[in-house]
């Protein structure tokens, strides 16, 4: 039976050729550079590792449900370039991780630095899908499969489910309480996800006003697909479409609001940039 897991620590269970018990002893996150910070509750020195899996059994889709997934090469940070404004040619490029704002911490920054001072920047929140039960038994079987001597397992393998409507949902609530910060100050904020977590949005929610991207627009969503060529697997842009902050709100039926000093944020951004944050392309 092939194995619902698509993807551990960053490589396709496709791939024959892979060494899996040294992957599996270093438990690295290739798009982090360091050990996978999932991490399993009752073993915290154990990684999970798992990056996507396949579910559904009409229809089996490979759904991406590690947020750092979406990290591969880079390209989603240059998929933003365009919302960067007042970049120019000679200036910096930065991807600073983690940022306190109004309404919560955004994932990443995008940043634009010119003799060491921000001009410009764009934050970039990643959504992966989220999961019910657990993947440890089927992340086990797989393991067993390519023959690492592996314990008993102790549950069945498809004891896992996708929960969309909460992913949806609490991204949503989480998207309104952020845009309005960066609608107040001319700024972009992107959401990138997985397309078939979009379908599901502008299915379940009012989306009718979420179309093709405007730059004008404060939020901007990126829905990428996670493609196999030959037994691996990459991530590409498949649309993109914008709304503003009232638009959010009507998704929801919700209110917010929030309000920052620009120079706060810069100061933020300052305090963090570094050469080793400086994107290297």
Excluded at 246 to 261: D, H, K
Aim: charged share 20%.
């Amino acid at each position: 039976m092939k194995s619902p897991i698509v993807e551990l620590f960053t490589l396709s269970t496709l791939n024959s050729a892979m060494d899996w018990q040294e992957l599996v002893l270093s438990q690295k996150c290739a798009y982090l550079d360091r050990k996978c910070v999932k991490v399993r509750k009752s073993q915290p020195e154990i990684s999970i590792g798992t990056c996507s899996i396949q579910y559904g059994a009409k229809q089996p889709r490979d759904v991406i449900i590690c947020p750092h997934r979406f990290l591969e090469r880079g390209q989603i940070f240059l998929d933003c370039l365009h919302l960067l404004t007042l970049h120019e040619p000679g200036n910096a490029l930065h991807r600073v991780a983690e940022i306190e704002i109004p309404g919560g911490s955004v994932d990443y920054f995008l940043v634009s630095v010119r003799n060491d001072k921000v001009v410009d920047f764009v934050g970039i929140e990643l959504q992966a899908l989220d999961t019910t039960g657990s993947l440890w038994a089927a992340r086990q079987q797989f393991l067993n499969s390519v023959g690492l001597p592996i314990i008993e397992l102790s549950s069945p393998i498809n004891a896992y489910g996708v929960n969309w409507k909460m992913t949806a949902k609490t991204t949503l609530v989480q998207l309104h309480h952020k845009v309005e910060t960066f609608e107040a100050l001319g700024k972009h904020l992107v959401l990138v996800l997985q397309d078939d977590l979009l379908t599901y949005m502008r299915r379940e929610f009012n989306f009718g006003h979420v179309q093709g991207a405007k730059l004008g627009d404060a939020m901007h969503f990126h829905a990428y697909n996670l493609q196999k060529q030959a037994a691996e697997y990459h991530i590409n842009l498949a649309t993109r479409s914008s709304t503003d902050s009232n638009g959010i709100a009507s998704s929801l039926g919700l209110q917010a609001s929030a309000n920052v000093e620009l120079e706060v944020i810069h100061a933020l951004l300052q305090s963090k940039i570094s050469s080793r944050t400086l994107l290297r392309i």
